[in-house]
Nanobody
Framework: QVQLVESGGGLVQAGASLRLSCVASGRTTFSSYSMGWFRQAPGKEREFVTAISWGGLGTLYADSVKGRFTISRDNAKNTVYLQMNSLKPEDTAVYYC?????????????????WGQGTQVTVSS
């Protein structure tokens, strides 16, 4: 079992930055999981944002955030980060951290076994 707890969300103006953190705990090895961030806006389906491989060398980004968001991980701290720059109102959503033992198919939510409770990000225009 893996427990995930996100933090760092908030209300910001367009153009601002936020850094989300997700701390993993439980009877497992954090470094054996690929980690992902998804988001869900009101009335919309959960969508893929970004993912990072076990060792942190491989990353994937949705086209909508490429060049603005950066995912990273610190396996010594059991933590994955999402640095979000140049935020736009359309980035407003609940952001979820997720973990999967797989290294492929990381864009699909159903590949992830564990999910955090989510953190709200609101970007005003």
């Amino acid at each position: 079992q893996v427990q995930l707890v996100e933090s760092g969300g908030g209300l910001v103006q367009a153009g601002a930055s936020l850094r989300l953190s997700c701390v993993a705990s439980g009877r497992t090895t954090f470094s054996s999981y690929s980690m992902g961030w998804f988001r869900q806006a009101p009335g919309k389906e959960r969508e893929f944002v970004t993912a990072i491989s076990w060792g942190g060398l491989g990353t994937l980004y949705a086209d909508s955030v490429k060049g603005r968001f950066t995912i990273s991980r610190d396996n010594a701290k059991n933590t994955v980060y999402l640095q979000m720059n140049s935020l736009k109102p359309e980035d407003t959503a609940v952001y979820y951290c997720s973990a999967t033992p797989y290294s492929t198919g990381l864009l699909a939510p159903d590949r992830y076994h564990y999910w955090g409770q989510g953190t709200q990000v609101t970007v005003s225009s």
